[in-house]
Structure formats: C-alpha cells, structure tokens
C-alpha cells in the first residue's frame, strides 16, 4: 500500500514555456502532500506543503507565483512552473503523508525530471 | 538552516561488509527517520525512531539515537551490491505539520 506516483517522470521543455507535474496518492487519501526539489548529489529541499482545499504553504525563498500548486482533490496535487528557465531544471519529488500509527512518514513519487533548454 | 548533516558523504565498501552512516541534527526532536533513493528514484522509508528509543533494527539495519548528542547513526549488516544508493537522514521541520528536513546524504557504493 501507500503508493505515490508522478508524471511525467521526464520533460523537455523550452525556456519560457510552463510545465505542469502531477503527484497522486494511488491507495489512500492524502490531505497533505509535499513538494520537494533535488540538484545533482544534493539532499532534497523542501518547496512547499499542498493541502487539499486550501492554499499551498511555501517555504521560505520559495516563489508562489512561479511554483503553483493546486491540490483540487484528496489523492491528486499538481505543481505548475511558471515561464520556466534554464535555472528551474533539477528533479521535482513529491511525498505524501500515510496517516495511521506511522502519521510521520512520507510515501514518495519516483519523482520528474525538469530540463529546461 | 535547520538542515542536518550526514557522514561520510560518500562511503565505498565491499560485498558482506558493514556500512555505518552517521546523522547530526539541530534541534530538539521526536523522532529521526532514514529514507533510501536509489539514483535517479524517489525516496523509500526504512525506519522511524522515536526520541525515547536508543536503537531499533530492521532486518539487516540498525539505528542508534543519542538525543543528548543529537545524533543519529545507521549500519547495514552484510551489506549487498543492492544496497548501493544514498541514505538520508530526516528530522521533523520546525512549524510542524509533518514536514521534513532531511540530511545531506550518504552516497554508499557496494562492490562485489
């Protein structure tokens, strides 16, 4: 159980042109996802948190109108790159809370890799 | 940067061997997760320790706590090529809601 996907897994896109990701839980409901994004042999950093009903959280130095999120139902969030730039390229995972005893763990997509050419 | 660090950042050994990682963090927590990615793949959870848990073990891998220290380690056992991945270290963020800050890693490469 507690499985998360994405999609695309890949994508090319020119500079200037907006990509949409999408993150669904397949097996349980998940009132909160979270947005991460990963440079080569880095650690993941966190975006910001999607809830399902109400505005994204973002974290600090994280641009809302760049990165938009939309969580429209309880087992799919989306991430939207605004006008995308060579800059915005790096590996987007998202996760998404299991609940139950284990409420603190995240179940994570395979993630999306972003070129931006 | 609330951002934990781990050691060594990268870690060679050979098939059957013993890998320790090692996990610092900043701040007072309750429980200290290790999570798994494969290259190019999201992350798999291995385990969750509690802060009023020294050491828990999984199969082949067991995790220390030391709160008074704020410090974490992970060793896998008789480790296999399959084990090659990096292994991150997280700490619940501060503000809560179940969001995670996670360590810098340890890229472990297992030879045979």
């Known amino acids: 159980g507690a499985v998360v996907s994405q999609h695309p897994s890949r994508v090319i896109c020119k500079s200037g042109t907006s990509v949409k990701i999408e993150c669904r839980s397949l097996?349980?409901?998940?009132?909160?996802m979270f947005w991460y994004r990963q440079f080569p042999k880095q650690s993941l950093m966190l975006m910001a948190t999607?809830?399902?009903?109400?505005?994204?959280?973002?974290e600090q130095g994280v641009e809302k109108d760049k990165f938009l999120i939309n969580h429209a139902s309880l087992t799919l969030s989306t991430l939207t790159v605004t006008s995308a730039h060579p800059e915005d390229s790096s590996f987007y995972i998202c996760?998404?809370?299991?609940?139950?005893?284990?409420?603190?763990?995240?179940?994570f997509g395979p993630g999306t890799r972003l070129l931006v050419l | 940067s609330q951002q934990g660090e781990e050691d060594p950042q990268a870690l060679s050994i050979q098939e059957g061997e013993n890998a320790t990682m090692n996990c610092s963090y900043k701040?007072?927590?309750?429980?200290l997760q290790w999570y798994r990615q494969n290259s190019g793949r999201g992350l798999v959870h291995l385990i969750l320790?509690?802060?009023?848990?020294r050491e828990k073990h999984s199969g082949r891998l067991r995790v220390t706590l030391d709160t008074s220290k704020k410090s974490s380690s992970l060793l896998i056992t008789a480790s296999r090529a399959a084990d090659t991945a990096s292994y991150f270290c997280?700490?619940?963020?501060?503000?809560?809601?179940?969001?995670?800050?996670f360590g810098t890693g340890t890229q472990l490469k297992v030879e045979l």
């Open positions: 996760s998404a809370g299991s609940g139950g005893s284990l409420r603190e763990t995240q179940y």
């Open positions: 997280a700490t619940p963020l501060t503000g809560g809601g179940n969001k995670l800050t």
């Open positions: 701040t007072s927590i309750n429980n």
């Open positions: 097996d349980f409901q998940a009132t909160t």
């Open positions: 999607s809830n399902e009903g109400s505005k994204a959280t973002y």
């Open positions: 320790i509690r802060s009023n848990e």
